[in-house]
């Protein structure tokens, strides 16, 4: 079976290459080639990101200090403490200047602990 140029059916009319599609909304499909489209970079968010999780963990940190103050206050975190340590209670029943000095030891820890154990999530 002989095959026929294209060019020879087109009374040598240049054979185009370009792809064609269809236009959406009507006119002729033949008249808009199809370009390649120009595609933009992909927008980098890493700085922002890092800048969320750079401020997420400092809100942490203040939060751990909040968290590790008010477990302090409660009455019975701050009876299980002193009540094993000479000399923390006054006569009168008041927290003397060394159960102050044990329980704010105590948040110093209970915080280190709150912010490290925030870091890791973040």
Do not use: C, W
Request: charged share 5%.
């Amino acid at each position: 079976m002989d095959s026929t140029d294209l060019s020879e059916l087109l009374a040598n009319a240049p054979v185009q290459q370009q792809q064609f599609a269809p236009m959406t909304g009507g006119g002729d499909p033949f008249s808009n080639p199809i370009t390649p489209m120009q595609t933009k970079p992909a927008v980098d968010y890493t700085p922002q990101f890092s800048m969320l999780r750079y401020s997420l963990k400092n809100l942490f940190s203040y939060f751990s200090y909040f968290l590790a103050a008010f477990i302090i206050s409660l009455s019975t975190p701050r009876t299980l403490l002193l009540q094993h340590i000479p000399n923390t209670y006054t006569t009168g029943g008041v927290v003397s200047y060394s159960g102050a000095a044990v329980l704010g030891i105590s948040a110093v820890v209970l915080s280190y602990i709150f912010t490290a154990v925030f870091h890791t999530l973040f």
